[in-house]
């Protein structure tokens, strides 16, 4: 039976940037389908015991940083350790991720997710400025007018409100997360994990 993954992420994240093409090579190496929900983790994390960067202990702040550069070395993947416009807003960008998940294409939706965090931690770029976003939204193949409309429509910014709520339910805590027939995987370096579970 063909597998699917719900896949909860920010895109603030660093760790969901990392995973990102691990990710993507593993559903399509297993034939598994992906839904992406970009859901807000400023309600996540009062939820679930969790803290913004920004409140958290110097000493995991240090310890992020550490593993931030163990995981660039290891993957050998290009990531600004302290990108200039981060943390950003990412709602508008959220928001036109799920606009095109609803309204367009599953797929494209994971794509333009991809191309903004590459947006926030390789390419440096404020993806919370009208101009910045749309010319993202551009470069993956979409057209930012329509996508950009339709993210500003009630309907889609119920649909986050929904999405977060749903994650919160199921147990989400942290981004990314992984959700394969109810099972969690929480973060990047739980995808030999994730592999097993499709392989299953």
């Given at each position: 039976m063909p597998k699917h993954i719900d896949y909860y992420v920010s895109l603030m994240s660093p760790w969901t940037y990392l995973g990102s093409a691990r990710i993507e090579a593993l559903a399509a190496r297993h034939g598994a389908s992906m839904t992406i929900w970009p859901v807000d983790f400023g309600q996540v994390f009062p939820a679930s015991g969790g803290l913004p960067l920004a409140r958290r202990a110097p000493q995991r702040q240090a310890?992020?940083?550490?593993?931030?550069?163990?995981?660039?070395?290891?993957l050998g993947v290009p990531i600004n350790l302290e990108p200039k416009f981060f943390p950003g807003n990412?709602?508008?960008?959220?928001?036109s991720v799920i606009a095109v998940r609803e309204k367009i294409d599953g797929a494209k939706a994971i794509a333009l997710a991809h191309a903004v965090l590459r947006?926030?931690?390789?390419?440096d770029k404020d993806v919370g400025a009208p101009d910045?976003?749309?010319?993202?939204?551009?470069?993956?193949?979409?057209?930012?007018?329509?996508v950009m409309a339709l993210a500003e429509s009630?309907?889609?910014?119920?649909?986050?409100e929904a999405d977060t709520g749903r994650a919160i339910d199921l147990g989400v805590f942290g981004a990314p997360s992984y959700v394969i027939d109810g099972e969690i995987f929480w973060g990047q370096d739980r995808l030999e994990f994730v592999d097993r579970k499709l392989a299953a």
């Amino acid at each position: 039976m063909p597998k699917h993954i719900d896949y909860y992420v920010s895109l603030m994240s660093p760790w969901t940037y990392l995973g990102s093409a691990r990710i993507e090579a593993l559903a399509a190496r297993h034939g598994a389908s992906m839904t992406i929900w970009p859901v807000d983790f400023g309600q996540v994390f009062p939820a679930s015991g969790g803290l913004p960067l920004a409140r958290r202990a110097p000493q995991r702040q240090a310890y992020r940083m550490m593993e931030l550069k163990r995981w660039r070395a290891h993957l050998g993947v290009p990531i600004n350790l302290e990108p200039k416009f981060f943390p950003g807003n990412e709602l508008p960008a959220a928001r036109s991720v799920i606009a095109v998940r609803e309204k367009i294409d599953g797929a494209k939706a994971i794509a333009l997710a991809h191309a903004v965090l590459r947006g926030v931690w390789e390419e440096d770029k404020d993806v919370g400025a009208p101009d910045v976003l749309a010319a993202i939204i551009a470069g993956a193949g979409l057209d930012p007018r329509q996508v950009m409309a339709l993210a500003e429509s009630p309907e889609i910014a119920g649909r986050r409100e929904a999405d977060t709520g749903r994650a919160i339910d199921l147990g989400v805590f942290g981004a990314p997360s992984y959700v394969i027939d109810g099972e969690i995987f929480w973060g990047q370096d739980r995808l030999e994990f994730v592999d097993r579970k499709l392989a299953a």
